[in-house]
């Protein structure tokens, strides 16, 4: 385990958060759980039948955590009726809402956070990544003064150099397929808050291509540059920099050689991918090839934390992205 996340556990247990697991049907939600209670990162609730919870935990000791079953608690009415009050607009009925909280527990968990009885949600070892952060996007909705939510993960690279000492954030690897120039720009410096918030150093950003500062010229290329100007004309206090190849953004001889004046090339430690394409296949070329440990995809630009995690993840990412999880309702 990385200091990264031991430090991110002890901030957790600094100021205990109220997190839901929705994902009874999976065993890794169980093992997570009870690490998560063995090490007091976090108050959990698991949500679940009693059926669901027995088959899945059995033998680990998930006592502390409160189980709640979605279809006699006593608040499941309250958050029906929440669910309409929120989709009014787009024509839910009181039914359709039944239907949709009770037979998906990631929508339910959303409405206990809307409702103000949880701080977030982790979920995502067995369901999609678009499974799972619909139901966020509908209920929980960005921040204010934010137009969109994207996703990073934490990357730590075992002995690595590069970055942090080896700790990055890559952006976005989970979620906007094809981000257009504007939204590109507003990934990066969610990414450079991101960065802050959990490793408490500060962003170094680069916006990646296949072209380092006018090497290559294509559509592509252009689109990046558009974005690193949009993104400095927003926040000029950040060090954020592109276009950059992927070597020329870390290595630092081979940024002093590609892009020469720029105070990013050869140390950044927040990588902004042009596409989701690019962001999701190189997040996972690092972790299965570079044995890096890969935390996320967690949410930024979120009213409240509601974060995924790969159908790859082991239970002890799990307990990582819920001790994120921690930090980022810490920070609300
Ligand atoms: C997440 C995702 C499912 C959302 O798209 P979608 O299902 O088509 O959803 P919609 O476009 O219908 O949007 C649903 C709601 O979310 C909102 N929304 C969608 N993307 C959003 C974003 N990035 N930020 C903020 N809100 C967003 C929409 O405005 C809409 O709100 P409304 O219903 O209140 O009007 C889609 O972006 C996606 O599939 N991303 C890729 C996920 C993936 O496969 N990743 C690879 C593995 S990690
Ligand atoms: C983040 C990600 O790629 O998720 P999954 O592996 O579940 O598709």
Redesign the pocket.
Known sequence: MSSFIEKIKERAKQDKKTIVLPESMDRRTFEAAAQVLKEDIANLIIIGTEEEIAKNSEGLDISKAKIINPFTYEKTEDYLNLFVEL?K??GLTYEDAKKTALGDYMYYACLMVKAGDADGVVS?ACH???????PS??II??KPG??????FFVMVVPNCEYGENGVFVFAD?????NPDSE?LAAIAQCAAESFELLVEKEPRVALLSHSSMGSAKHADVDKVVEAVRIAKENAPELKLDGELQLDAAIVPSVGASKAPNSPVAGKANVLVFPD?DAG?IGYKLVQRLAKAEAYG?VTQ??AMPIN?L?RGCSAEDIVGVVAITCVQAQAK
């Open positions: 989709r607009n787009k995502g999609s990544t678009a499974n799972t952060l619909r996007l509908q909705k960005t934010v137009k969109l939510v994207s996703s690897c989970g979620l906007e397929q939204k989701l999701n995809p630009g979120i995924d790969s």
